[in-house]
């Protein structure tokens, strides 16, 4: 089992910056892929950055140039720094661990989400 716990949310003005924090423990060295996504009030939970064990990086169209997904291995840490933010930011933040099968199921774990609100 993998245990995440974010930290970091808050309330920032447009332009502004946060960074999160996602401290994960248990069993990680099942997890290959570490994850932020987001959920704005009404809408689907949405993808914004993922990274792998290597280091490899993807992102949301909309976050790129303005988010940096980044990861500690020794500290079990994944962290999001978010830039230049935009009203349209708002929303909880949910960092996720994915356990790739070898039948090519995944395995997502879940922290219990950081809102972020971003005034304008």
């Known amino acids: 089992q993998v245990q995440l716990v974010e930290s970091g949310g808050g309330l920032v003005q447009a332009g502004g910056s946060l960074k999160l924090t996602c401290v994960a423990s248990?069993?990680?060295?099942?997890?290959?892929?570490m994850a932020w996504y987001r959920q704005a009030p009404g809408k689907q939970r949405e993808l914004v950055a993922t990274?792998?064990?290597?280091?490899?990086?993807n992102y949301k169209d909309s976050a790129k140039g303005r988010f940096t997904i980044s990861r500690d291995n020794a500290q079990n840490t994944v962290y999001l720094q978010m830039n230049s933010l935009k009203p349209e930011d708002t929303a909880v933040y949910y960092c996720?661990?994915?356990?790739?099968?070898?039948?090519?199921?995944?395995?997502?774990?879940w922290g219990t989400g950081t809102l972020v609100t971003v005034s304008s």
């Open positions: 248990g069993t990680m060295f099942s997890v290959n892929v």
């Open positions: 996720n661990g994915k356990t790739l099968k070898a039948t090519g199921a995944t395995l997502d774990y």
């Open positions: 990274i792998t064990s290597s280091g490899y990086t």
